[in-house]
C-alpha cells in the first residue's frame, strides 16, 4: 500500500489514526478549539505533563507525545499566527504539516489525523490553508514512495470540507 490522502467529515478524536496532530502554541500549553478537545481525549493532566517536559516548540514546527488515551502518539505543530501571508506563514504552515509527518514516519505510524492547522483562531484563510496543507502532504508523499501512510484531514464544516475538496481539484491532488 502507498501513502494517500483523505479528507473526511468526522471529528478528529474519531479516527482511530495512529497519530493525531494537535494545532498547538509554541507553549505547548492548553488552549481551546481543535487543541483543547484533543487535551480532554488524551487524559488533560497527562498530557500536559509531557508537553511541559518539552517546554515548547517554534512555529513550523513539530514535537511528538505519547498519545495517552486518544492515539498512540500525538504529534503537536505549531502553525503560524496569520498576519498578511508576508510574515513567513506560508513557509511555517507548510514546514508544519511535512514535520509532523517526518515524525510520523519515524515512530513508524501508518496513519495520521491532521485539522487544518492555522485556520481557526490563529485565523490563516481556509483556502490558502488548504493550498499549503495539501501541497505539503502530496510533497511529502512523492518524496516519501518507500512510507505507507493514510494521511487524514478531519473536517467538521461542510463549507471547510467542500472547499478542501475542490482545491484539491484544482491543484491536481488526488483524495479519498
Given amino acids: 500500500m502507498s501513502s494517500m490522502i483523505e479528507i473526511r467529515k468526522c471529528g478528529i478524536t474519531s479516527t482511530g489514526a495512529d497519530a493525531v496532530v494537535n ?5 505547548l ?3 481551546g478549539g481543535v487543541c483543547g478537545v484533543i487535551f480532554n481525549a488524551a487524559g488533560s493532566r497527562q498530557l500536559q505533563e509531557a508537553c511541559d517536559q518539552i517546554g515548547r516548540c517554534e512555529t513550523g514546527n513539530a514535537v511528538i507525545t505519547d498519545g495517552f488515551a486518544l492515539s ?15 510574515h513567513h506563514e506560508p513557509q511555517d ?17 501508518h496513519s495520521i489525523a491532521f485539522p487544518l492547522i ?35 484531514f478531519t473536517i467538521i464544516d461542510d463549507g471547510v470540507y467542500d472547499l478542501g475538496i ?9 483524495v479519498k
Fill in 23 to 27: 494545532a498547538a502554541n509554541s507553549s
Fill in 29 to 31: 500549553r492548553q488552549g
Fill in 93 to 109: 504552515l507548510y514546514s508544519c504539516y511535512r514535520c509532523s509527518l517526518d515524525l510520523a514516519k519515524e515512530y513508524d505510524c
Fill in 166 to 174: 475542490s482545491t484539491a481539484e484544482e491543484l491536481g491532488i488526488l
Fill in 118 to 152: 492555522s485556520s481557526g483562531i490563529f485565523s490563516y484563510p481556509k483556502k490558502e490553508a488548504w493550498r499549503k496543507a495539501l501541497q505539503a502532504c502530496d510533497d511529502w508523499i512523492k518524496e516519501n514512495e518507500d512510507a505507507s501512510i493514510q494521511i487524514i
Fill in 72 to 86: 498512540r502518539y500525538i504529534i503537536h505543530a505549531v502553525g503560524p499566527i496569520y498576519q498578511d501571508g508576508k
